[in-house]
């Protein structure tokens, strides 16, 4: 199991270094969705037109269903030879694999290649999405205490994203290694919470120790927010959404990146907004908290805007 | 040093004490669990078939589990259902191939309780194939019977909603027309997407033929309100009915300011039926073909 | 802190002077997140309170045997117990009010009013004054979660506790997701606005 999860790691590693050594071996260099009702290829060497383009030889279904075949329509060759895109009659779920076997010239010899989204593009999507869509702070309605503590200075804020960034991705990959080694071999589900927040308190520890030692001005700068770091719901939401998802090692670096940046972009936007509010002229009773709240909500509706994007 | 010693013991004590609270609970809950997770999913199914909660099941009923799962060798792959044989534990494990072509049929003997628990079922299909052969589960599908005549499917399904997935549940009739709609699991947002668990919305889908269902689209309208009122079934029962069957062919209204997921609902529901009217059709073929005698 | 405080002082104190929403302005973002209908600030605020109590009463029973230098990773270990306990049970028993919570119930560990009353007040205190105390915030916390969610369920779909009242949605605005924000904004102002008010009339006579 470990050993097999390992290897599953290495492989991604490897398919993420070096796509180019692997595709260049087939027939077909370069696969992709073009719009919802196309799936485009180019082959290694001009193909037959004849060929190319008797629909066929293609059989086309998502991976996880061999048995539907999708219709295809119509397929063209492009002027070079080498480019054949496949007309489909239904639009294609471009969220799923999709598998494309070819029939060559010869009756026997048969082709198979996989067409998905980029894998990066899937990363980077996490990643935007934890960023801004679900903003931690203004979709997900984490770490408000915090949030409104220390978001009066833009200088606090900055050090303070910092920090949590830094803390949610240490603590994001420990709770990972855990969560699959550990805690789903042995069937330890119920202990999640335990697990991690113990760790995010280990990481908390650990941080304050070795910026201690190695970057004592830094640490002066950072110290304070440390111990605010230790009970705060946005540091401990991410290992527990990555255990819900059941996501890999990239996909969790991602979320914890893009969880802490929003984080880091959520204080910035709201400690520019109070050293403005500062000056300004409020009715007495809405002094301090309330108003906050209100500026928030107005970010909040803001960033309502961003829901539905879709990165690749 | 002795400071660290009392820290260590103290530590350690607390550790274990927190570590059998927590274990009882999880002892004590985790059938507990299971139990109301299987009640709840019988709820919604007895539900989906027309009985409400209370209402008498007739003896004449009986529900099928049928079981697919995607077989890989090798080379190829192929489509693989198990079924139940007959009144008692017997299995049969037919395997069609991608063009749906009969390539096998073995029995398996397992009781229904096991067949019941995913994990056990699946070791117990694996080991029958042997170390070769990869079997996969796929999904699960119910068959309704009424004095053994087939009454209605009941399918389940995931897809891709507004936020996260939506999980549903529906009773589909042998002509593939929808008998009901249930959501189970959804992260929409509240007040918008989340207005796809109403019953007005779902209610859209009830008894929509399979021929309208192949092409329905969403429509960006209010929905008109003598409709909404038969949608949340506050007229009567007569009138409910003519109302579905005058908006049977038209297409889903959309929730205000949540047309994707609306869309996301409609297109998911298209799919799911559409792959099972598909599945069925080769499958009962197959059985005809071959002789094999089902329950259901 | 005196010890001759009456257990319904205790309480009291809890829900109105030193409410963890209003006054103390801990654990905000369950307050913001799911209070869009009463009964959801009802299930959190009974697990809250299960909590509050079960950790305040742990830590009062072994005050004297916690070490104090490993005192925060104690509470820290209790909370994160008695909230698996109450993550279970609620999955088991109540699925589908569970489902509606989400990662909220798991969260409950990190809230900072929990640690804060177990720093300031169980530690120090008898077991049956820490009761009361556990008692009393899980209470003001689920009176605040029920009055957000009060206002945001009525406006925002004309309905309480999932029953239909007013027969029309007012302003389908306050069930939104970002509303969250404004309603606790506005609460704070009025409860503020109250407080003012009182002391100018009373300055007056």
Known sequence: MVFAKTKSLLLTLLFLLAPLCVSAETLVVEQSFNGDHEIQATFATAADKAVAEDISRYTVFEEQDPDIRLTITSAKLGADGKNVSLHFADPLNTANTHVVAMKGSGEAEQTLFKVSKSYLGYLFGIFISALLINNFVFTKYLGLCVFFGTSKKKSTAKGMGVVFTLVMVVSAIMSWFFYQFILIPYDLNFLQIVVFIGLVSLTVQAVDTILRKVNPILFNSFGVFLVLVIANCVIIAVPLIVANNNYNFFETLMLALGAGGGFLLALYLMSAVSERLQLANIPPTFKGLPIAFIVAGQFAMAFLGFSGLQVF | MKDIITIVIRLTVSCLMAATVMGLCFIFTSSAKKHNEHVREQRVMYELLGYDAGAEIPESVSLYEIYRYVVSRGTGQSIAYLLPEGEDDNFLFVEIDLDGKFLNAKPMEMSEQDALEHDVRTKHIQADLGETVHAEFADQILIATDDGKRTAYIIGGKFQGFKTFINVMMAVKPDFSILGLEILEHEEDPGLGAEIEQDYFKNQFKDKPFEALKVVDVVKAPIPDDYLKALNNKVSEEDVLKFREQYKDKDIYAITGATISTRAVSNGVKAIVMKFAYRVTVLDKVLEAEHIAVPF | ?205
């Not at chain 3, 045997?65 to 509470?75: D, E, L, S």
């Open chain 3, 1 to 205: 802190m005196a010890n001759d405080k009456s257990s319904i002082q205790l309480v009291t104190r809890g829900i109105l002077s030193e409410n963890p929403i209003f006054k103390l302005a801990l654990s905000m973002c369950p307050a913001v997140g799911i209070s869009t209908t009463v009964m959801n600030g009802i299930m959190l605020g009974i697990a809250v309170l299960f909590v509050q109590v079960f950790s305040s009463v742990t830590i009062s029973i072994f005050k004297n045997m916690i070490h104090p230098r490993i005192r925060i990773p104690t509470y820290t270990l209790t909370i994160a117990t008695w909230v698996t306990v109450i993550d279970l049970v609620l999955a088991a028993y109540m699925p589908e009010a569970y489902a509606k919570m989400g990662i909220f119930v798991k969260l409950i560990v990190a809230f900072a009013i929990i640690t804060m009353r177990l720093e300031m007040f169980a530690c120090k205190e008898p077991v049956k004054d820490s009761f009361w105390d556990g008692i009393g915030m899980g209470l003001g916390f689920m009176v605040g979660m029920m009055a957000i969610g009060f206002i945001r369920e009525l406006l925002g779909s004309g309905a309480i506790l999932g029953h239909d009242v007013l027969g029309f949605k007012p302003l389908l605005f306050f069930i939104l997701p970002s509303a969250g924000f404004f309603v606790v904004g506005l609460m704070m102002a009025f409860f503020n606005w109250i407080e003012v008010y009182y002391k100018r009339t009373k300055g007056l006579q």
